[in-house]
């Protein structure tokens, strides 16, 4: 105060104080967010190392596939709680699966197929690549269409392995999608009836699990993707992927060493296109057909 009169002050500005509120606010949100993130990082890190430890344990996983499952959980998880409980899901029934009528399968396709139900790093990665790919880049993008692209390869990987799985134990001898002539059961390419109405299953229960969480994603486009995903994979199987020939045995396989303990040689598919790759390419015809039907 000076010569008796009183300094005046303004009075804060409405908008001033609205706008330090919101940046308050958004401050908050932001770390909310990124605290949640944290969190679901180290939760998906310890359970996804736990998990895949523990399938190792079982069988289910050579330590190359823990490792990478590992991986693959971590990602899913840090991209939302729904994304790694619906890999999970589908991991637990592809294991639950094999493991089902798991002595009798060998005797019936051991002499065929390259690789057992130890599932190593290349298989972890073909089946869940896509979908960890898509999980990221929803992370970066917050775009829904990752949800179809995730969910898609999901549907496609699930419905190959109900096909594989229980088409195999039903024990008759499939026929090849191409030719329609009866082939090996375990025959890459090779199709029936019990497994066309398992690969179905498959989709729709990977479909039901995206409907539970509520994924903007129509529910006949997660099933179609799936469908679409697993008649992919047959069809390669059947033409590019690598077809080999034991000659001391005179059969059919995929085995680089056949369990005759024989090398075997290449008789026909591009060379190197395993059934590893024909996986990868039916998880990403799966993601996109769901894409487009979205």
């Known amino acids: 105060m000076v010569g008796g009169e009183r300094k005046l002050t303004a009075a804060p500005s409405p908008f001033k104080l609205e706008t330090a509120q919101h940046s308050v606010s958004a401050s908050g949100k932001r770390y909310s967010q990124l605290t949640e993130f944290v969190a679901r990082v180290i939760t998906g890190l310890i359970g996804a190392g736990i998990f895949a430890f523990g399938a190792r344990r079982m069988r289910a996983l050579s330590t190359s596939g823990a490792f990478a499952g590992t991986v693959v959980g971590t990602i899913a998880l840090a991209a939302g709680w729904n ?25 019936l396709v051991g002499a065929v197929v390259e690789k057992g139900d130890h599932r190593d790093a290349k298989q972890v990665l073909a089946n869940g690549g896509v979908y960890a790919l898509a999980a990221i880049a929803y992370m970066l993008s917050r775009t829904n269409a990752w949800y179809a692209v995730g969910i898609g390869a999901l549907a496609a990987s699930a419905a190959d392995t109900w096909a594989t799985e229980i088409g195999t134990l039903a024990g008759r001898n499939p026929r090849s999608i191409v030719s329609g002539q009866p082939v090996p059961a375990g025959t890459s390419g090779g199709v029936s009836l019990i497994g066309t109405i398992a690969s179905l299953g498959g989709a729709l229960f990977i479909a039901a699990g995206a409907a539970i969480a509520r994924w903007p994603v129509p529910f006949t486009a997660v099933v179609l993707g799936g469908l679409a995903g697993a008649m992919a994979d047959s069809l390669l199987g059947a033409t590019l992927q690598t077809r080999r020939w034991c000659d001391v045995c005179a059969k059919p396989t995929e085995r680089p060493v056949h369990n005759c303990g024989n090398r075997t040689r290449r ?4 060379r190197g296109f395993d059934n590893d790759a ?3 390419v039916c998880s990403g015809v799966g993601a996109l057909v769901a894409l487009l039907l979205s």
């Open 267 to 270: 008789t026909g598919g591009v």
């Open 83 to 107: 994304w790694g409980i619906l890999l999970v899901a589908h991991f637990i029934s592809a294991s639950a699966l094999s493991k089902l009528g798991e002595k009798r399968k060998a005797r």
């Open 278 to 280: 024909v996986n990868a």
